[in-house]
DNA sequence: GGCACAT
DNA sequence: ATGTGCCAACGCCGG
DNA sequence: CCGGCG
């Protein structure tokens, strides 16, 4: 987990009463926080927050014990905070979509991706769908990888209308699966890779190799707590080469103006 | 979970 | 000594 | 302009 969150703005989930209590997200870190932990003060709309990071072990296992469940993490990292260094494509079904659908909705979606000649990576989200990610070489400001995807998006919903949508509004969704790409502007998030979601069951939001995906019985909340150390152990990270991968946009933005 | 603050 | 509040934020919408 | 909703 820690080469993927590593220097990256943190929003974290927090259930110090179980998770089938009250909890809370925190953006800004405690002011308890050990100065051990490593943040980065970013400008908001609203002056500017100081997010944790959790660069090693130790931070992210105080993290733990401050009873963060789940960690999610900007896309891009402080070095570079106004290019983001993913675009992430999130598939989100609706009340009359299978799991199937979320499959074939990634599908497409790693198919238009390949005709764009961009490198896609997927995951579970360990709550009810799937992201997708592009790994990118921060030549690109949010702004410009936010219309990318939204572009993407349009492309996609145009071919399968029926399959899947991009309206924000739940009401025009009529049940389809929402192509969210609202995670690629600035100050937003998505769950961290190898997070564990506050759902029963432990669910982690685990990567995959592509071919797993043709598993009947994969769902968003396959992987766990409890089976993903064993998983790591055996096959190793499937993300470990995302990071030299990472592509620029341009041409693929080209090609999308090209399709109209 | 842990702190500031009120009672 | 014990209790309580707090720990996000953003576009869209209607009032 | 504001609060509620997603």
Same mark, same amino acid.
């Given at each position: 987990?820690?080469?993927?969150?590593? *220097?990256?703005?943190?929003?974290?989930?927090?259930?110090? *009463?179980?998770?089938?209590?009250?909890?809370?997200?925190? /953006?800004?870190?405690?002011?308890?926080?050990?100065?051990?932990?490593?943040?980065?003060?970013?400008?908001?709309?609203?002056?500017?927050?100081?997010?944790?990071?959790? *660069?090693?072990?130790?931070?992210?296992?105080?993290?733990? *014990? /401050?009873?963060?469940?789940?960690?999610?993490?900007?896309?891009?990292?402080?070095?570079?905070?106004?290019?983001?260094?993913?675009?992430?494509?999130?598939?989100?079904?609706?009340?009359?979509?299978?799991?199937?659908?979320?499959?074939?909705?990634?599908?497409?979606?790693?198919?238009?991706?390949?005709?764009?000649?961009?490198?896609?990576?997927?995951?579970?989200?360990?709550?009810?769908?799937?992201?997708?990610?592009?790994?990118?070489?921060?030549?690109?400001?949010?702004?410009?990888?936010?219309?990318?995807?939204?572009?993407?998006?349009?492309?996609?919903?145009?071919?399968?209308?029926?399959?899947?949508?991009?309206?924000?509004?739940?009401?025009?969704?009529?049940?389809?699966?929402?192509?969210?790409?609202?995670?690629? /502007?600035?100050?937003?998030?998505?769950?961290?890779?190898?997070?564990?979601?506050?759902?029963?069951?432990?669910?982690?939001?685990?990567?995959?190799?592509?071919?797993?995906?043709?598993?009947?019985?994969?769902?968003? /909340?396959?992987?766990?707590?409890?089976?993903?150390?064993?998983?790591?152990?055996?096959?190793?990270?499937?993300?470990?080469?995302?990071?030299? @991968?990472?592509?620029?946009?341009? @041409?693929?933005?080209?090609?999308?103006?090209?399709?109209?």
């Amino acid at each position: 987990m820690i080469p993927h969150v590593k *220097n990256r703005p943190l929003m974290l989930q927090r259930f110090p *009463n179980g998770i089938d209590k009250e909890g809370w997200v925190q /953006q800004e870190i405690g002011k308890h926080f050990p100065d051990w932990i490593a943040r980065v003060t970013v400008p908001k709309s609203k002056g500017h927050v100081t997010h944790p990071m959790a *660069n090693d072990k130790p931070s992210l296992l105080y993290l733990a *014990n /401050q009873a963060c469940i789940t960690v999610h993490e900007w896309m891009s990292r402080v070095d570079k905070i106004d290019m983001p260094d993913l675009m992430i494509i999130d598939l989100d079904p609706g009340p009359s979509s299978s799991f199937s659908d979320v499959k074939r909705a990634a599908r497409m979606t790693r198919a238009l991706l390949d005709e764009l000649s961009l490198p896609s990576f997927v995951k579970t989200t360990g709550s009810k769908g799937l992201h997708l990610a592009v790994p990118l070489k921060r030549r690109e400001s949010f702004e410009e990888v936010h219309e990318t995807a939204s572009l993407i998006g349009e492309v996609l919903s145009a071919r399968e209308p029926e399959l899947v949508t991009t309206e924000f509004r739940k009401e025009k969704r009529r049940g389809r699966l929402f192509l969210d790409m609202h995670r690629n /502007q600035y100050g937003q998030h998505a769950v961290a890779p190898y997070s564990v979601r506050a759902l029963p069951g432990a669910p982690v939001s685990c990567p995959l190799d592509w071919d797993e995906l043709s598993s009947s019985t994969l769902t968003a /909340q396959t992987f766990t707590l409890k089976n993903v150390p064993r998983r790591l152990e055996g096959d190793g990270d499937p993300w470990r080469e995302i990071k030299k @991968r990472a592509v620029s946009l341009a @041409r693929a933005r080209k090609a999308l103006a090209e399709m109209g």
